[in-house]
């Protein structure tokens, strides 16, 4: 029941259908999507790890939303995200939620 055609209106073969954001293809192939586990995310029906030093947040309802990007893993705090890595935050700032702030 989680799959799409990512835009298309027509197709001609079951091959045409992917897991949606926040699943992936539990079988490997797409057949089964499963919603995205913990530290992951889920894009295109594959699924990734969050980066080192990152996590997702479990807040919602709608965990699986929360895990269809990798702006939605969350670095720890003292880290922040620059081009899908957590960076450790630099002398003279503070860093939480992604982002740095200087003092």
């Known amino acids: 029941p989680h799959k799409v055609t990512y835009g298309r209106n027509s197709t001609d073969g079951a ?3 992917h897991c949606a954001d926040g699943y992936y293809g539990a ?10 586990e913990a530290d ?7 699924r990734s790890q969050c980066p ?6 479990d807040s919602s309802n709608q965990v699986t ?3 269809s990007r990798v702006g939605h893993c ?7 995200m620059e081009s899908r890595a957590c ?3 630099p002398q003279d700032s ?10």
Do not use: A, M
Not at 27 to 36: I, N
Not at 40 to 46: D, N
């Open 40 to 46: 992951y995310y889920c894009t295109g029906g594959q």
């Open 15 to 17: 091959l045409d259908c």
């Open 87 to 89: 960076l450790e935050c």
């Open 27 to 36: 079988d490997g192939l797409g057949d089964t999507c499963v919603g995205c």
């Open 65 to 67: 939303q929360l895990r």
């Open 94 to 103: 503070w860093c939480v939620d992604n982002k740095r702030h200087e003092c």
């Open 52 to 57: 080192h030093r990152s996590h997702t947040i």
């Open 74 to 80: 969350v670095c720890d705090d003292g880290y922040y």
